[in-house]
Nanobody, 118 residues
Framework: QVQLVESGGGSVQPGGSLRLSCAAS????????MNWVRQAPGKERELVAS???????NYAASVKGRFTLSRDNAMNMVYLQMNTLELEDTAVYYC????????????WGQGTQVTVSS
């Protein structure tokens, strides 16, 4: 059974930091790109950051320079370090996995709430 379990969400003031974690199980982790997708109320879903199976990262323009995505293949973990948080970063953040090669497959976690407010 595939599971992606997010943690680390919470409430923070503007300018603060949070670190989201995603623990993956049930997949051949090294074969997957790992991504963070967020959705705010009334807004379109947004791909925030992705890291390929080879470790190449990409970021949305809205978070570039503030967020850092990393992965630990030995632990099947992905980490999203979020600094200088803004009100607009408030959303539910979902960890997703997408196969880079081999049979196509994609999985989603349940999401974790991030709230930035003063």
């Amino acid at each position: 059974q595939v599971q992606l379990v997010e943690s680390g969400g919470g409430s923070v003031q503007p300018g603060g930091s949070l670190r989201l974690s995603c623990a993956a199980s049930g997949i051949d982790f090294g074969r997957y790109s790992m991504n963070w997708v967020r959705q705010a109320p009334g807004k379109e879903r947004e791909l925030v950051a992705s890291i390929s199976s080879g470790g190449i990262t990409n970021y949305a323009a809205s978070v570039k320079g503030r967020f850092t995505l990393s992965r630990d293949n030995a632990m099947n973990m992905v980490y999203l370090q979020m600094n200088t948080l803004e009100l607009e970063d408030t959303a539910v953040y979902y960890c997703t996995a997408a196969a880079d090669y081999g049979p196509p497959s994609r999985y989603w976690g349940q999401g974790t709430q991030v709230t930035v407010s003063s």
